[in-house]
């Protein structure tokens, strides 16, 4: 079973940062592709970014594109978010998934078959 543990989030006021950490404790996560995902209040969960398992490949929709990068440390077995220019519209539980499907990019919440509990992320002056 996997487990993926989320942290990182908090309150923020408009215009600031957080990095948000997935820790894998399942080995074979490391050669998974990987995602950060979002789901505001009465809203789906909708895909930031996702990284590939090698190379790596990294993907962003327009939630995380151009303010948001996605890293990882292979060593680690660790996923980061790092988020920048942070808007109260960014305000959401952060969910990160592993296990991708096998093609790319994976963007669908049905596309990973691991998740972690979330995390809070409050952007707000």
């Known amino acids: 079973q996997a487990q993926l543990a989320e942290s990182g989030g908090g309150l923020v006021q408009p215009g600031g940062s957080l990095k948000l950490t997935?820790?894998?404790?399942?080995?074979t996560?490391?050669?998974?592709?990987m995602g950060w995902f979002r789901q505001a209040?009465?809203?789906?969960r909708e895909l930031v970014?996702?990284?590939s398992q090698s190379a790596p490949y990294i993907y962003y929709t327009n939630l995380g594109?151009?303010?948001?990068?996605i890293s990882r440390d292979?060593?680690?077995?660790?996923?980061y978010l790092q988020m920048t220019s942070l808007?109260?519209?960014d305000t959401a539980v952060y969910y990160c998934a592993a296990d991708g499907a096998p093609f790319w990019p994976v963007t669908?919440?049905?596309?990973?078959r691991y998740w972690g509990q979330g995390t809070q992320v409050t952007v707000s002056s």
């Open 22 to 27: 997935c820790a894998a404790s399942r080995q």
């Open 29 to 33: 996560d490391r050669n998974s592709r």
């Open 41 to 44: 209040p009465g809203k789906e």
């Open 49 to 51: 970014a996702a990284i």
């Open 65 to 69: 594109k151009g303010r948001f990068t």
């Open 74 to 79: 292979y060593a680690r077995n660790t996923v």
């Open 87 to 89: 808007k109260p519209e």
């Open 108 to 112: 669908e919440t049905t596309g990973y």
